[in-house]
């Protein structure tokens, strides 16, 4: 159903089209701000928006989009434009791992997984990052489920966050939306790939950029779920712990611990 992106309430349309061309946007009933300004900008816009970690593009991204990138009923049907961003995400990922690898000199000179083909390398890599895609999605799916679903009984916020402090939680949480904004919140992944081009060393940048992620990642679950920064931040502190210890597990049984400095990390 068409929401409001200011308050996160339901509205029954977001324009009403009286000629080609020629529409007006419905105002929130709740709010009385503009349902959905996002209708009428472009691409853009919508990405400086995301950028600057605004709830309302994410509203606009995940319930009005005439699309419905926000995804179906079923545990994991999510649209396909969102599927093959989430591989160009993962195959970003493995490139700026390899390359931090091939970066390093000490890793170099120590590691056994150095030697090996280059195919065996990259598989291994896109092995690991599909695999640490996969845990982190699912631990958050866990989190919400455990702390946010109504069904559970825990989904009580006394203190949402301000941009969706209108509106009451969902009466139920479609989790391929919740995928769903994990993903196209993660879109600062690919910027990394910008110190390759410009060759930056300093991995200072590369936690900068994940923790743009990360917040983005929040912002975007508290404007979908209506939780609080701080539950929202929770819940994924508790999914980004659950995914390092499946990391180090990982590298252990693959005999490649001495590359968790290197591979492990947000």
Excluded at 55 to 66: A, S
């Amino acid at each position: 159903m068409p929401t409001c992106v200011e308050c996160g309430a339901h509205v029954s349309n977001l324009f009403t089209e009286y000629s080609p061309g020629n529409i007006r946007l419905t105002h929130c009933k709740t709010c009385k701000s503009t349902a959905d300004k996002y209708v009428e900008h472009d691409f853009i816009i919508i990405f400086v928006d995301m950028l600057l970690h605004k709830p309302q593009v994410y509203r606009h991204l995940l319930c009005n989009r005439p699309e419905g990138i926000g995804g179906g009923t079923r545990t994991w049907d999510i649209h396909p434009n969102i599927k093959k961003l989430a591989v160009l995400l993962v195959l970003f990922e493995v490139y700026i791992k390899w390359y931090r690898l091939e970066s390093n000199a000490i890793a170099q000179q120590q590691s056994v997984f150095l030697t090996q083909s280059i195919v065996y390398q990259y598989l291994y890599i896109l092995l690991f990052c599909a695999y640490e895609f996969t845990v982190f999605q699912v631990a958050v799916r866990w989190a919400v489920y455990w702390f946010v679903d109504p069904r559970t009984g825990r989904g009580e916020d006394k203190h949402p966050a301000p941009s969706t402090a209108v509106s009451s939680h969902p009466t139920s949480i479609s989790y391929p939306q919740v995928t769903t904004a994990l993903i196209i919140s993660s879109f600062g992944k690919m910027l990394p790939i910008l110190m390759v081009i410009w060759d930056y060393n300093e991995q200072s940048y590369a936690w900068l950029i994940s923790l743009v992620v990360l917040t983005s990642n929040a912002e975007a679950l508290a404007a979908f779920l209506r939780t609080s920064y701080l539950k929202t931040y929770t819940l994924l502190s508790i999914s980004l712990a659950v995914k390092i210890a499946c990391e180090f597990i990982f590298l252990k049984a693959t005999g490649n611990k001495d590359l968790t400095s290197l591979l492990v990390g947000l």
